[in-house]
């Protein structure tokens, strides 16, 4: 199941914008409000939902200008990968957050709309 958020505007170029949210230390300021206990270097991050439990995170893939891919190490309830699409966009460049989560129907119940609302707020923290 795929859960998507709005594609937003900044003001840099494709290629700056790749490299700033291509480093996982520059991530933090975008995460929910309950995300405590956040670690992060280059390629990881490492945090805790407040009442949900502890994620670590590592990029797999970098697509330059184009897309980066972060996926769980460690145990998980449920296998994701979370994408970063990167795209030019007139004189500047947007990105859109994506979770492509495999669910069984119980999760699906459970997980949907955290998991939503879990990529629209850093889109929204992102274009703040």
Same mark, same amino acid.
């Given at each position: 199941m795929i859960f998507s958020s709005k594609w937003v505007k900044d003001l840099r170029s494709d290629r700056e914008l790749f490299e700033y949210i291509g480093d996982m230390n520059n991530m933090p300021p975008i995460l929910p409000e309950q995300v405590v206990n956040i670690s992060s #270097? @280059? #390629? %990881?991050?490492s945090f805790? +939902? =407040?009442g949900m439990g502890s994620i670590a995170l590592r990029v797999f893939n970098r697509k330059p200008n184009e897309l980066i891919q972060l996926s769980p190490v460690?145990?998980? $309830?449920?296998q994701f990968v979370l %994408? +970063?699409?990167i795209r030019n966009y007139e004189s500047a460049s947007e990105c859109c957050f994506? +979770? #492509? @989560? =495999?669910l %069984? $129907?119980?999760m699906q119940m459970m997980a949907s709309r955290p998991? =939503? %609302?879990l990529v629209n707020m850093m889109a929204e923290r992102f274009n703040n």
């Open positions: #270097d @280059a #390629d %990881n991050l805790t +939902i =407040q460690g145990k998980t $309830p449920f %994408n +970063i699409y994506e +979770i #492509d @989560a =495999q %069984n $129907p119980l998991l =939503q %609302n």
